[in-house]
């Protein structure tokens, strides 16, 4: 009886807009050695990160049927989306039409017997996303992801080799026909309905049996820790704040007015009252670094400075109230406001753009703050960018959210991925 190869597949997706500009990143292990047997990623245009997170499941299964197609396999799927974990594992409900189809080409790669699935935090899964995430820079620019030209093992966290059940073989020999036959299925899915997949909605996650295993708590969320806690404060007032005028990265850099040092000074007393900010990380704009001084001093905290959490560039527009934007630049604000792509007068940044620099600066915070409660002071855009982002809402959502000077607002972080919106534009410290 031959042995049995085992094999790990980690696999990631991201859709930086949800839905936006996607791709996949998926990575064949052998088990025993932790040796790196095959890379897959892909930009696949607009969709959604459940589309994309299946897409690097069904890349990485291809991938390790693709290196031994005459062996029995014992794999072991490492994913970071618990969605795609608990429903190929049969815990949770199907319900989205689309997402149907891609579970049902997971499911056909290898027989299920062979398969396991295991949810892993996303600081663990570090190899397939940054496959995604080049794949999806590739898409960005015009072209598609070189497996020659990845850097994304050089950021794999180190991998422990599990007990071994079988002879390692020759992996080598398998590499070339896995890199012909994940061309080949892509060509395949060019064509095919399957991955013609592009919705809007994400997919809601349902148990299918109660009967399983005990749950605790609401929707039964498993035990991930202390999230990462986003304390998200809002600069306190300049000389252009109570005339509304467009003040970003691009502009003066103002300092704080007096109202605004005093608003600044009641965040500090607030948060030295609650006792619960462990971190401070401010934008690199003056109004910004001013306002976590104050704060800073009253807790004895050093100040972190994060670029992706400056203000977007607005352009032409700096320094101009809304009503003289409209008069002078009337035709470029209306496709403004109606497309995220679409940047400000005079080479400013659209919020497409600055929606790319938030989450990366998120993704970078919450890996170096997990279970930390930290205090972003940052601008309007960067805070309604997290909050949109968390609650997986439209760009277009950013025009209902109200943001005070100064105001408070909170989201968690878990190790899952997901995230939880706790407050938004409080103001009660300034009372």
């Given at each position: 009886m031959s042995a049995v190869r085992r094999l790990v597949v980690e696999a990631d997706?991201?859709?930086?807009?949800?839905?936006?500009?996607?791709?996949?990143?998926?990575?064949?292990?052998?088990?025993?050695?932790?040796?790196?047997?095959?890379?897959?990623?892909?930009?696949?245009?607009?969709?959604?990160?459940?589309?994309?997170?299946?897409?690097?499941?069904?890349?990485?299964?291809?991938?390790?049927?693709?290196?031994?197609?005459?062996?029995?396999?014992?794999?072991?799927?490492?994913?970071?989306?618990?969605?795609?974990?608990?429903?190929?594992?049969?815990?949770?409900?199907?319900?989205?039409?689309?997402?149907?189809?891609?579970?049902?080409?997971?499911?056909?790669?290898?027989?299920?017997?062979?398969?396991?699935?295991?949810?892993?935090?996303?600081?663990?899964?570090?190899?397939?996303?940054?496959?995604?995430?080049?794949?999806?820079?590739?898409?960005?620019?015009?072209?598609?992801?070189?497996?020659?030209?990845?850097?994304?093992?050089?950021?794999?966290?180190?991998?422990?080799?599990?007990?071994?059940?079988?002879q390692p073989g020759d992996a080598a020999a398998g590499a070339a026909k896995a890199r012909a036959a994940l061309a080949a299925a892509r060509g395949a899915a060019d064509t095919g309905t399957l991955f013609e997949v592009n919705t809007g909605a994400s997919e809601e996650p349902e148990p299918t049996d109660v009967t399983a295993a005990p749950q605790v708590g609401w929707a039964a969320a498993p035990d991930l820790?202390?999230?990462?806690?986003?304390?998200?404060?809002?600069?306190?007032?300049?000389?252009?704040?109570?005339?509304?005028?467009?003040?970003?990265?691009?502009?003066?850099?103002?300092?704080?007015?007096?109202?605004?040092?005093?608003?600044?000074?009641?965040?500090?007393?607030?948060f030295a009252a609650l006792g619960t900010v462990q971190e401070i990380v401010s934008s690199p704009l003056r109004r910004c670094r001013e306002t976590a001084a104050a704060v800073a001093d009253r807790l004895g905290l050093d100040i972190r400075i994060e670029d992706g959490l400056r203000e977007t560039d607005f352009g032409a527009w700096e320094g101009l109230t809304f009503g003289e934007v409209r008069e002078r630049y009337g035709d470029d604000l209306t496709t403004w406001l109606a497309d995220p792509e679409t940047a400000p007068t005079g080479g400013g940044e659209s919020f497409a753009e600055v929606a790319e620099r938030v989450a990366a600066a998120r993704d970078r915070l919450t890996a170096r703050y997990a279970g930390r409660t930290v205090l972003l002071v940052t601008h309007v855009t960067p805070i309604k960018t997290l909050v949109r982002l968390a609650l997986e809402a439209p760009a277009k959502a950013m025009f209902r959210m109200e943001l005070s000077a100064a105001s408070i607002s909170t989201v968690a972080y878990y190790g899952d991925g997901n995230a939880s919106v706790r407050l938004l534009n409080d103001t009660s410290h300034l009372r």
């Open positions: 997706g991201g859709s930086r807009g949800n839905p936006g500009p996607a791709g996949y990143g998926a990575v064949v292990i052998d088990a025993a050695t932790g040796e790196t047997l095959a890379e897959a990623a892909e930009y696949i245009g607009v969709a959604t990160n459940n589309v994309a997170e299946y897409r690097g499941l069904i890349a990485g299964l291809t991938a390790a049927k693709a290196l031994f197609p005459d062996e029995a396999l014992d794999v072991r799927v490492r994913m970071d989306s618990k969605l795609v974990v608990e429903q190929m594992s049969g815990r949770w409900k199907i319900k989205h039409p689309d997402m149907k189809p891609l579970a049902a080409r997971a499911t056909a790669i290898l027989p299920p017997s062979s398969v396991t699935y295991e949810w892993i935090p996303r600081a663990q899964n570090k190899h397939a996303d940054r496959l995604a995430n080049e794949a999806m820079d590739a898409g960005r620019d015009g072209r598609q992801w070189e497996a020659s030209a990845s850097t994304a093992e050089l950021d794999a966290p180190a991998r422990t080799p599990l007990p071994d059940r079988g820790g202390a999230p990462a806690t986003f304390v998200l404060l809002r600069h306190g007032e300049t000389l252009l704040t109570p005339e509304k005028r467009f003040s970003g990265s691009g502009g003066t850099d103002p300092e704080l007015s007096a109202i605004g040092r005093d608003q600044a000074a009641r965040a500090a007393a607030h």
